[in-house]
């Protein structure tokens, strides 16, 4: 244990302020000297000391290269697993069997499987320059109290004018400082085929000024359909034909915004209107199958989060959708993740759920943010 080398322990904190252009997250978390970053690094550091010595290097390796995102995904599962009073066994690396999930713990007495997967266009990617010239002049701007985070949908196909940007920015600015609670107030920009959406995410105490810039948030355009989602928990539920025990597939959805009823369609169905009769019916189109013919009954159920990275994971509620025709049990409600289930012909949410910051105790890294 004493041996070990933690995250981030190639790096000196000597950054001041916001991400740069071009810089992925794990290297701001790691270089940044900021409350927030300094606090950040703590809980990683004793989140890695929790993963068994069998597994760490393989893992420490994975989380400091380009797959960080998903290696803190993993993290952040088996915190969570711990939290709950699971002892999540991770698979030991270079084994000879057959295919093993990450997890392997018990809940209720009952041996349950947990597969984390993510999907989608890796937020630690690199913009292209055009990008990464108008962040670089939008994070200069540090003459509001209001957070924003970035989405970017779609990248210019030429250089646009980095200035007149900032300038529609510090305009749109002024109009959200006259709302009363700006917060989820959203604009656009537009220029050359780039499209950029920003979202007040934040408001730092006692009207502060700061760096207005709080996030990145990209969205892909490769992503418009729920079909990598349903082909992400389909081959997971393919993975592993001889587990003797029920299997939880974990989906991170790295870039785009996949909410409760498209969740719903995928996995249990869709509805459809009846011309003739003028009624809505529902089609047991999902990858649960149908009460007659279910599918993938060892899949327990499938717990969909989306953007989870270090930099953000705390406002986050991660949801649970239970299958109802598994072979396993069906009476498993997880603390603290809101949990969607059938009930009398229906899908409805049958317990609330909480943030990561609740569900792994870590309340003061919101505060922290908005105050950096």
């Excluded at 070990?4 to 978390?29: C, K, T």
Aim: charged letters at 20%; hydrophobic letters at 35%; glycine letters at 6%.
């Amino acid at each position: 244990m004493a041996n070990r080398v933690l995250p981030f322990d190639e790096f000196e904190a000597d950054l001041h302020g916001r991400i740069q252009p071009g810089m992925n997250s794990y290297e701001w978390v790691g270089r940044t000297n900021s409350l927030f970053a300094n606090r950040l690094r703590q809980y990683i550091c004793d989140w890695a000391l929790n993963i068994p010595e069998y597994t760490y290097n393989e893992w420490i390796r994975s989380f400091r290269s380009r797959q960080h995102h998903d290696s803190f995904f993993e993290l952040i599962l088996h915190e969570y697993l711990l939290k709950i009073g699971l002892a999540p066994e991770m698979t030991p690396p270079g084994e000879e069997r057959t295919p093993w999930p990450d997890f392997v713990c018990s809940n209720h007495g009952i041996k349950l499987a947990v597969e984390a997967t993510c999907f989608g266009k890796d937020a630690a990617a690199a913009f292209t320059p055009e990008t990464d010239s108008v962040i670089h002049e939008l994070t200069s701007i540090n003459c509001s109290p209001l957070v924003l985070g970035m989405n970017v949908i779609s990248e210019p196909t030429k250089q646009p004018s980095s200035a007149k940007i900032a300038q529609q920015f510090r305009d749109q600015l002024k109009d959200l400082e006259q709302i009363g609670d700006p917060v989820g107030a959203s604009f656009s920009i537009n220029a050359n085929d780039g499209h950029y959406k920003f979202e007040v995410i934040g408001k730092r105490p006692n009207n502060k000024n700061g760096p207005v810039l709080g996030a990145f948030m990209p969205e892909s355009a490769h992503f418009q359909s729920s079909v990598p989602f349903r082909n992400a928990v389909k081959r997971k539920a393919r993975k592993y034909p001889t587990l003797d025990c029920g299997l939880i597939v974990a989906v991170n959805n790295r870039d785009y915004m996949h909410d409760v009823e498209a969740s719903i369609e995928v996995l249990f169905g869709s509805s459809a209107y009846h011309v003739n009769s003028g009624e809505t019916l529902w089609r047991w189109d999902g990858l649960f199958g149908t009460p007659e013919i279910p599918e993938h009954q060892n899949v327990v159920g499938v717990l969909v989060t989306q953007r989870v990275r270090a930099t953000n994971f705390f406002s986050i509620k991660p949801k649970f959708f239970q299958n109802p025709w598994t072979q396993y049990s069906d009476e498993i409600l997880w603390p603290g993740l809101e949990t969607w289930q059938l009930v009398d012909d229906s899908f409805g949410r049958v317990q609330e759920g909480k943030s990561f910051a609740d569900l792994l105790d870590t309340q003061d890294l919101e505060t922290l943010f908005l105050q950096s």
